[in-house]
């Protein structure tokens, strides 16, 4: 028997004579997120599971999830303008971000709504709320972080264009219960013990959702993510001056393994509660950039608004060395994001680290400076070629 009273409260309690038939009937029509059994019941945690399985297909959760978490496999959206190249990618069902899906999106509705009066319509309700209206994306599961889409993934990348950080999603209550039990207490405690008050980058758990941050936009991530989407699976990924690990943890969701270093113990503090919470397992590493020592390199290395203080206030006299260092470490390409002289750092990098063919991924501007964002790519090998093929072309 189920308990009426209970199922009115939003908890469906197992009673004794509890039978997966009853179960279905009341699947029609209660909404519970939470399945629990009665004492008799409680022995059997593989009764709770198969009433949670018969139950959640007609009743999932609705919440809202960071749009940066959702992924979904590259041939969910019919072919269009491939984000990537085809050179490496051969396996459509790879996940990819939503930002990767967003030309081959534009391409399928602009298909599908062709000579369709509700085109305009469309249009209208959009541009009025700056919001996408239709059914619920799905999200079916959580892969350590990343929030699988089984459908609606045309929704998600009409709010993802729509400039949406979170959005509401459905998912079973099982994906559920794993979202809201993500471990936090670390990032807590970390955050108590440094009293920080603003972080520099997003932190991508309902409970700081409207935590101050310095840089709240995802300009970067979107432009970084679009270009190595696909890529990442299997190859090896440095990131210096990683801060609280944003960047860190986005390279380790497309598959890379990190490394990642900063001076700041604080910074690696909440890097590290934050790898917790997230599920992923970067390496940091605590040391100036100038002192690390490592015998191996990097296929790819990120060095976003880090490399001007080691220019131009730590290394004043030589920072050629450090642009020699950063080339000794990397094998195929560097993403980089200046300070407010991007002409003198791309003179430096080009000059020095072997790294020499430079293509711009646009301005940026974060903390009252007005920056830039770049590859510098190695010539000649196989991975930059891949990348050249997803890059705007050198200006001359
Ligand atoms: C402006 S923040 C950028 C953080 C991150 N790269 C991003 O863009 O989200 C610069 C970071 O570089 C670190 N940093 C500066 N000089 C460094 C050095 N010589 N070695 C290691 N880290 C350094 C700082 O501690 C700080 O966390």
């Not at 197992?14 to 009937?25: E, T």
């Not at 709770?48 to 007609?58: L, N």
């Not at 051969?90 to 081959?104: E, H, I, K, Q, Y």
């Amino acid at each position: 028997m189920l308990d009426k009273a209970a199922e009115q409260q939003g908890i469906l309690r197992l009673g004794a004579s509890f039978d997966l038939a009853s179960l279905q009937i009341a699947s029609q029509t209660g909404n519970c997120p939470e399945i629990v059994a009665d004492e008799k019941n409680m022995s059997s945690g593989t009764l709770v599971a198969e009433a949670a399985t018969a139950y959640e297909p007609v009743h999932p959760q609705t919440t809202s999830v960071p749009t940066d978490l959702l992924f979904a496999p590259l041939d969910s959206m019919p072919a269009g303008p491939s984000p990537t190249s085809d050179e490496v990618v051969t396996n459509g069902a790879c996940l990819v971000p939503l930002v990767a899906l967003l030309d081959r999106y534009r391409a399928h509705s602009q298909t599908a709504m062709a000579g369709r009066r509700s085109r305009a319509w469309w249009k209208q309700i959009t541009s009025l709320f700056g919001v996408p209206v239709g059914p619920l994306p799905v999200v079916s599961a959580l892969d350590r972080d990343r929030l699988v889409l089984s459908a609606g993934v045309d929704s998600a990348c009409r709010a993802k264009a729509a400039g949406r950080r979170w959005m509401r999603v459905q998912m079973p209550q099982s994906i559920a219960r794993q979202w809201f039990s993500r471990p936090v207490d670390r990032l807590r405690a970390v955050i108590k013990e440094t009293r920080r008050r603003e972080f520099y980058n997003p932190v991508f758990h309902p409970e700081f959702r409207k935590a101050r941050t310095s840089r709240p936009e995802s300009v970067r991530l979107d432009r970084i993510n679009r270009v190595l989407a696909t890529l990442g699976e299997g190859l090896r990924g440095l990131d210096i001056g990683c801060n609280m690990g944003y960047m860190t943890h986005a390279l380790e969701r497309l598959g890379f393994q990190m490394t990642a270093i900063d001076f700041d113990e604080y910074h690696l503090a909440v890097a590290e509660a934050l790898s917790e919470t997230y599920c992923l397992s970067p390496r940091f590493v605590r040391c100036q950039f100038q002192d690390f020592d490592a015998s191996e390199s990097f296929d790819i290395t990120l060095a976003l608004s880090s490399l001007y203080h080691m220019f131009f206030t730590q290394n004043p006299d030589r920072p050629h060395k450090v642009a020699e260092r950063v080339g000794q470490l990397t094998r195929h390409a560097l993403f980089w994001e200046s300070g407010d002289q991007p002409e003198r750092e791309i003179d430096l990098i080009c000059t020095h680290s072997g790294l020499s063919e430079y293509r711009s991924l646009g301005g940026t501007q974060g903390t009252g400076k007005i920056r830039e964002l770049g590859v510098f790519l190695r010539p000649g090998t196989e991975i930059s070629r891949a990348l050249a093929s997803r890059l705007p072309r050198a200006v001359q």
